[in-house]
Nanobody
Framework: QVQLVESGGGLVQAGGSLRLSCAAS????????MGWFRQAPGKEREFVAA????????YYADSVKGRFTIARDNAKNTVALQMNSLKPEDTGVYYC???????????????WGQGTQVTVAS
């Protein structure tokens, strides 16, 4: 079993930045592809970003491309999401996710964190 714990959410003004972090335990971190999803109020959860086991490949939703950066540290068992130029529509609960495979459609994951709230004020 894999445990994922997010941190770093909060309230920020539009145009500002936040950095989310996720700590993983319970299994070899380097054997997991990692990702971030988000869920806005009244909407379905959506994919945000993903990173391969080695960190050599990344993949972003079009809505965040160029503004968000996903990175991982396999020595520390952590994955981070740097969010810049935040917009009110980025508001939501952000979930850290882990998958057994990086490839394939990132619509679901094998393991989920509890989520952390991000609120972007206009």
């Amino acid at each position: 079993q894999v445990q994922l714990v997010e941190s770093g959410g909060g309230l920020v003004q539009a145009g500002g930045s936040l950095r989310l972090s996720c700590a993983a335990s319970g299994r070899s971190f380097s054997s997991l592809a990692m990702g971030w999803f988000r869920q806005a109020p009244g909407k379905e959860r959506e994919f945000v970003a993903a990173i391969s086991m080695s960190g050599g490949s990344t993949y972003y939703a079009d809505s965040v491309k160029g503004r968000f950066t996903i990175a991982r540290d396999n020595a520390k068992n952590t994955v981070a999401l740097q969010m810049n130029s935040l917009k009110p529509e980025d508001t939501g609960v952000y979930y850290c996710a882990a998958r057994n495979s990086y490839y394939g459609r990132w619509s679901e994951a094998n393991y989920w964190g509890q989520g952390t709230q991000v609120t972007v004020a206009s």
